[in-house]
DNA sequence: TCGCGTCTGTTAGAGGCTCTAACAAGAGAA
DNA sequence: TTCTCTTGTTAGAGCCTCTAACAGACGCGA
């Protein structure tokens, strides 16, 4: 369970409210492992803290904002899953780190499928405002995947000059998102990567494959081997 | 928008009552277009339609039946929409059915973002118990890309024994849905076109590409060409 | 054509929710 | 010690779903 960003640095009263924000936050995740988006419920957290339910609304000023805060924290979470699948405990090779990646994104969403959704399910509508959150957030678990290809194909070389549209937007992209050095190639392949692996696995959590009498795992391995050959 | 699948073959009664309920669903989606299934209100709709809001209940036994209804149609009209793609005006080559249908795909997500959404992202917990149901629906949308796969490598023989798991699988998923003498391998490269498709799609409807600067259109145009160099 | 019974609507109300307002009591700081 | 800000309380407005009890209308069979 990822903490609120700012550390409780200041006297015990900002101490008490940080803990009571992360139980808060505890519960909320539990409602939404079993009932969706839609199970939140400030009234019902104050319940079962044994506190009224208005009380909440000194730490969150409201529901939408609490389910931001745990979208931000999925992906805080999902990322540092992601990073930590890939360094390893032991010296891994290029497509050992890929694959090291898919699964662990995949296991990652079968974990915590209320959480996935959170992420890519928009439980919000008119959620752009909160965009520029969102993006910083899913920023860390790109840079890992961009970092794991990079060292699929060395050759991130700027020679490739951008000639189609798409590569000057990928360029675009990269830049204003001060990542570290990321050809439109290398870019692309990210994009595809995230894509594919997506696919696969909002499918698996919603149980479409379940429902087709199939074992995902094949698939993935199968998608994994596509990349890998796509990317040499 | 579809209709209800059984006709109003009887009285005037039961035609009374077929028009009310695609009338309630038609307010009901264009609800569900601007605020999410949490938006979808039965109250509302009574409203709208100059009725007291319980007196809907006569026509839905509640919000998640009526919710249900939706996600049928759904699958209908996107059934619909893909067969009419890639039939075509005129006479399609093999690739060109294949793009007709990603494209078609594509367009009518982006069309309906919120009833794709419907199909694909879980709006209700618990939803297994419909499951049935929604299987049914969904068999013409797969039906379509699966002839359409097919006609891209012609040989679908029966020659390739199954030897892994998850021929095994496949083979008892189409032997079980009834489908159109298919091959494993074909039922395979349906089942991953239809998943790298639906990554590139939610993405994109998500705002997620858009938040990137990125056009989704070459993305799509990549991933297509991909899936024919796998497939021939 | 006539009455019957079903179907369709009504309101009342229980119980849930979010969120605001007004107020009480505490704990930390001066 | 006193003051002030924080954190809690309850009341209540305004939504929602859904059930219950009841009233009226309309199609249907005789």
Redesign the interface.
Known sequence: MAQTPDPPVGGLRDRFRAQVRSEVKQIAVRQLA??????LSINAIGKELGVSGPALYRYFSSRDDLLTELVVDAYHDLATALATATRGTRRLSAPERLRAFAAAYRDWANTEPHRY?LL??????GY?AQ?ARL?AASREAMIVLLDVLAALTPDNGKAGSTD???DG??E??SH?RELPDVSPALA?RA??T???????V??EI????A?????PE??FD??VI?ILN?ST
Chains 1, 2 share one sequence.
């Open positions: 079993d009932g969706g988006p839609q199970a959704r890519f399910a928009a439980p919000l509508p752009d965009a993006v189609t549209p798409l937007q990928l675009h992209w204003s692309l994009v595809t995230w894509s594919r692996l997506h696919g696969l909002s499918l919603e149980g479409n494959f429902s087709m009498g199939l074992d094949p698939l199968a998608e596509a796509a």
